[in-house]
């Protein structure tokens, strides 16, 4: 039987009605479930006082309780597969057959608890999922023609204002265009501190006002916001099955194939019915079954409270075994937020034109570096004018034209290959620069260089406490960079990392990360730039930060949405937690059902008891992966 995080609600065993947060949709499962243990509790006390019309009860509550296992039974059977229905069915029947009527009646009691106790562990799993889904308001108010008016949220347009009130969730994606007040994102980061927005703020739906009015400009609304993407990848992922999940399910199949037949071996053995049912009843996959994929959906609920988002039970599987983290440095170790410090002309070239052509060829890059010119040129009144057009080149800079001259600004690769000279005042000046660690980045027009630019980027202040939490768990973490090797050994030292890979383009990323796959490395790439989509791909995780780029989160499989690198030895710890309990599931399992099998063969176990080993084990194993519940 396959049991996907998407199907959770209904796992190995009676198919019940799906759950809620507040409990069964359909009562019906309920009043099944009390009146089955009634009966099987009157069948009980019946058969130890020797009162025979009592069995009538069991034999009722037998084939009404049992309803629905007949039911998935005759299912199974018409598409020609065996479940732990068809062994359950075998199980009932049979003892009726044999006049063990309150053995029947037991039996299809704990199948219904079994069942209840799954689908509630599992709805318990999914909570936060379930959540997500329920924080966007299907109503807002909106200002039109001078009137505001409460509408469904779908009909927003972009560009139309929202209303929002102290208390109330943000419904879109937007700008405050009126109001200020304090507002929580941790639907959206995971973080629960509420931040001050102010005009010309951006807010993101999902979002709680907790003071103020709020009047915001709507940008996106529905599933293109920032929440609508989270909830895509939440239903994506329930889609995507780790290798273990795929095992289990193989395993609860082989199982119940192998409980049958040996229970046929046994009957042919020993010619003993009664044995032969408890064989069928004290086997159980169930605990495999619903346990992998509720230990998967607990990790992956409890990480996206905290703002991280796994697209994938295979990743969760895929992390628990990493044992290198592979960093990028802008924008990931570092704050991803550099200033200017130096600006350098060369050739009679003031330091006004070289922020200008700079900012002219980088106003339409979201590079880090290109959002510190662009802030600079502002600071200082360099602000170009006039139509331009900009060609990127991934790990070398940006040729531009503007007001019908050739702009480059890059690195000295890109001015090389666009053959600009480099003089040696232009080298002293670079050269002293890198020296104090700052980045650099040259600027050329009409074919001559013609400025230097120093940047520098502040470290994040969790970068050198996650690195040191990752060694503690006996994982290397690497960095890898396109800057200067100056700069990178400044970055590496103060975030505790030894091995520094710099001056890289984005093959050469890629290259490294393939090299070390080849030694047997299992690797986890942290990035946040179109640098390092390709880097992100071919590791076997990547992880993107949600302040990067749309291409880096495409690339991810797992989003950090907010740019928390202490949030990844967390990852790490939960994966293995997750993992670990799926193991100790499996191997419970068999060892159970094992010495349950032995017993019940032997004739040991009667299939009252088989019955209760049967549920407890299975009780066990469903808690067991319920304890990664948070």
């Known amino acids: 039987m396959s049991v996907s995080i998407g199907e959770l609600p209904v796992v190995i065993g009676t198919r019940v009605s799906p759950f809620t947060e507040s409990g069964p949709k359909n009562r019906k499962d309920e009043i099944r479930l009390v009146l089955m243990g009634v009966a099987a509790l009157v069948s009980y006390l019946g058969l130890l006082h020797g009162i025979t019309p009592v069995d009538f009860v069991a034999i009722g509550a037998s084939i009404i309780g049992g309803y629905p296992v007949f039911v998935e039974t005759f299912r199974a059977l018409r598409h020609r597969s065996i479940n732990m229905e068809v062994s359950m069915t075998v199980a009932i029947v049979a003892s009726l057959l044999v006049a063990q009527f309150t053995a029947a009646v037991v039996v299809t009691f704990f199948v219904l608890l079994s069942e209840f106790i799954e689908s509630y562990?599992?709805?318990?799993?999914?909570a936060t999922i379930l959540k997500l889904e329920k924080s966007v308001p299907r109503r807002a108010l909106v200002r039109r023609n001078g009137a505001e008016v409460e509408t469904d949220v779908e009909t927003i347009q972009s560009g139309e204002v929202v209303i929002v009130r102290d208390g109330e969730r943000i419904p879109v994606d937007g700008v405050i265009v009126r109001g200020s007040g304090f507002v929580n994102q941790s639907a959206i980061t995971g973080e629960a501190l509420a931040v001050?927005?102010?005009?010309?703020?951006?807010?993101?739906?999902?979002?709680?006002?907790?003071?103020?009015?709020?009047?915001?400009?709507?940008?996106?609304?529905?599933?293109?916001?920032?929440?609508g993407q989270i909830i895509k990848l939440v239903e994506e992922a329930e889609n995507r099955k780790a290798p273990i999940q795929k095992l289990s399910?193989?395993?609860?199949?082989?199982l119940v194939e192998f409980t049958i037949a040996f229970a046929a071996i046994t009957f042919i053995i020993t010619r003993n019915l009664i044995s032969t049912i408890s064989v069928i009843v004290v086997a159980g996959a169930c605990g495999v079954a619903a346990g992998t994929p509720l230990a998967i959906v607990a990790v992956m609920g409890g990480?996206?409270?905290?703002?991280?988002?796994v697209k994938g039970g295979v990743y969760v599987q895929e992390m628990s075994k990493i044992d290198t983290v592979v960093i990028d440095k802008t924008g990931t170790l570092t704050l991803g937020d550099p200033e200017v410090t130096d600006i350098v002309g060369l050739d009679c070239c003031s330091q006004k034109q070289v922020l200008t052509y700079a900012a002219a060829a980088e106003k339409l890059s979201s590079h880090p570096l290109a959002r510190a010119i662009a802030a600079k040129a502002q600071e200082l009144g360099a602000n170009p004018t006039g139509s331009l057009s900009s060609d990127y080149l991934a790990g070398k800079g940006i040729i531009s034209t503007y007001q019908g001259?050739?702009?480059l600004v890059g690195n000295s690769i890109l001015m090389t290959e666009q053959n600009i000279p480099i003089s040696d005042d232009a080298q002293a000046t670079i050269t002293n620069k890198v020296s104090?660690?700052?980045?650099?980045?040259m600027v050329a027009h009409g074919g001559h260089a013609c400025g230097v630019i120093g940047i520098s980027d502040k470290i994040r202040n969790e970068s050198r406490t996650a690195v040191q939490e990752l060694g503690k768990m006996g994982i290397s973490t690497i960095m890898l960079t396109g800057d200067n090797k100056f700069a990178a050994k400044r970055v590496g030292e103060q975030a505790g990392i030894r091995q520094v890979y710099a001056e890289l383009l984005p093959p050469d990323k890629v290259s490294i990360i393939e090299r070390l796959s080849e030694t047997g490395q299992k690797i986890a790439m942290v990035g946040d730039g179109i640098n390092d989509a390709p880097a992100l791909a071919r590791a076997n995780v990547g992880i993107g930060m949600g302040a990067g780029t749309d291409i880096a989160i495409e690339e991810a499989d797992i989003v950090l949405m907010t740019n928390d690198l202490?949030?990844?030895?967390?990852?790490?710890?939960?994966s293995k937690q997750a993992y670990g309990v799926i193991l100790q599931n499996f191997y419970g399992t068999l060892i159970v059902d094992g010495i349950g099998l032995a017993l019940a063969f032997d004739g040991l176990l009667n299939p009252l008891f088989a019955a209760g080993i049967h549920v407890v084990s299975e009780l066990v194993f469903i808690l067991n992966s319920a304890r990664?519940?948070?």
């Open 436 to 441: 104090e660690g700052k980045t650099t980045v």
């Open 303 to 309: 990480l996206a409270k905290k703002g991280v988002i």
């Open 566 to 574: 202490g949030k990844i030895p967390a990852i790490v710890r939960a």
């Open 405 to 407: 001259e050739r702009v």
């Open 121 to 126: 562990a599992v709805d318990k799993g999914r």
């Open 628 to 630: 990664l519940i948070r």
């Open 196 to 227: 001050e927005k102010t005009n010309g703020s951006r807010v993101f739906a999902g979002s709680v006002d907790e003071s103020g009015v709020l009047e915001v400009q709507t940008e996106k609304v529905g599933s293109e916001t920032v929440f």
């Open 249 to 254: 399910d193989k395993l609860a199949t082989w």
